[in-house]
């Protein structure tokens, strides 16, 4: 199960955007389809890790987003239902917008100042995509 070592590197980066003094409640990761990563089994993988590191109560969510493809042909772009779904022109040649992602998105943190507790969530957005040994033969751009 690839799950529980992806599991540790979102943990490791999770880390190091963990405001110091700061309880982890929730990470939100986005990971598309071409990683073939089953949400239930990446939850459950992280309850495992997350408890090997004093984090048992805190949750990941997992955001999939859809297949996203260009048209070589046309230049249409549309969300297919399979992977292997042909435009509408006919074109059977694609370049893939997205689906592909695999990036840490959000935490949020319980901030307990002594006097009181409060959520706050830190959008990391900027942070590199993880590496998943997934070549990746083309630029992601937006349609």
């Known amino acids: 199960m690839h799950e529980i070592s992806i599991a540790e590197s979102v943990i490791a980066l999770v880390r190091q955007h963990l405001p110091a003094h700061q309880r982890l409640i929730r990470a939100t990761v986005r990971i598309g389809p071409m990683h073939g990563v089953e949400a239930q089994a990446m939850e459950m993988a992280w309850n495992v890790a997350s408890a090997g590191v004093g984090w048992s109560t805190s949750q990941l969510k997992v955001v999939t987003p859809p297949w996203r493809f260009r048209c070589v042909s046309c230049g249409r772009c549309w969300e297919p239902a ?37 959520k706050a969530a830190v959008h990391v957005r ?5 590496k998943t040994g997934v070549a990746r033969e083309h630029q992601s751009t937006d349609c």
Not at 90 to 96: A, N
Not at 126 to 130: D, E, L, T, V
């Open 126 to 130: 900027g942070s590199k995509p993880f």
């Open 82 to 118: 399979t992977v292997d779904e042909h435009c509408v022109c006919g074109g059977t040649q694609v370049d893939i917008m997205g689906g592909d992602e695999f990036q840490l998105e959000s935490i949020e943190v319980d901030c307990d100042t002594g006097q009181h507790q409060r």
